[in-house]
């Protein structure tokens, strides 16, 4: 049973930054796609970011220049830092793992995380 378990959320004001980590409890993170989407109240889920095995990275056009995605495959984790917040992030962010190359459709995501909380707000 694969396991993602999210760290790092919390309340910052505009303009803070934030860093989340997620930690995957199998022997084959290396090879799995890896991202983070987010749900905001009364939203559909959405792709933040995406990272592939290879390191090759995909962001949704709001975050883009704010937000980076990235892996350490010693540690089976995967990061989003970011940076320049605004309330319109606030939401709760999923870690999520695939087996396909892209995972910009919740249909392609194999794992989920639990989910952790993001406030931006003053």
């Known amino acids: 049973q694969v396991q993602l378990v999210e760290s790092g959320g919390g309340l910052v004001q505009p303009g803070g930054s934030l860093r989340l980590s997620c930690v995957v409890s199998?022997?084959?993170?290396?090879?799995?796609?890896m991202g983070w989407y987010r749900q905001a109240p009364g939203k559909q889920r959405e792709l933040v970011a995406d990272?592939?095995?290879?390191?090759?990275?995909n962001y949704v056009d709001s975050v883009k220049g704010r937000f980076t995605i990235s892996r350490d495959n010693a540690k089976n984790t995967v990061y989003l830092q970011m940076a320049s917040l605004k309330p319109d992030d606030t939401a709760v962010y999923y870690c999520?793992?695939?087996?396909?190359?892209?995972?910009?459709?919740?249909?392609?995501?194999?794992?989920w995380g639990q989910g952790t909380q993001v406030t931006v707000s003053s």
């Open positions: 990272i592939t095995s290879g390191g090759s990275t």
């Open positions: 999520a793992a695939g087996n396909a190359y892209i995972i910009d459709k919740a249909s392609n995501v194999d794992y």
């Open positions: 199998t022997s084959i993170f290396s090879l799995y796609t």
